[in-house]
Nanobody
Framework: QVQLVESGGGLVQPGGSLRLSCAAS????????MGWYRQAPGKQREFVAD???????YYADSVKGRFTISRNNAKNTVYLQMNSLRPEDTALYFC?????????WGQGTQVTVSS
């Protein structure tokens, strides 16, 4: 089993920045992709960004140019630097890790963008 723990969420004004972190622990054999999803109230969970085992990155169109995903394989940690935040970025952000064909999820960290 893999446990994922997110941190770094909070309240920020529009135009501000936050950096999310997600650390994986437990029985880690071979994590391939690590990424972030988010879920706003009353909406479905949506893809935000992904960092593959081949060092490729992918972003949702809504965050391209504003968010940057990075990964530290030695620490089994993935980060999400979020700049130029907008009210519509308000959501519960979940970390995701894929290992041996299984998806693992964190509990989520709340990001609120409001003046």
């Amino acid at each position: 089993q893999v446990q994922l723990v997110e941190s770094g969420g909070g309240l920020v004004q529009p135009g501000g920045s936050l950096r999310l972190s997600c650390a994986a622990s437990g029985t880690i054999l071979s994590i391939t992709d690590m990424g972030w999803y988010r879920q706003a109230p009353g909406k479905q969970r949506e893809f935000v960004a992904d960092y593959s085992s081949r060092d490729s990155t992918y972003y949702a169109d809504s965050v391209k140019g504003r968010f940057t995903i990075s990964r530290n394989n030695a620490k089994n940690t993935v980060y999400l630097q979020m700049n130029s935040l907008r009210p519509e970025d308000t959501a519960l952000y979940f970390c995701n890790a894929q290992m041996l064909g299984v998806n693992f999820w964190g509990q989520g960290t709340q990001v609120t963008v409001s003046s």
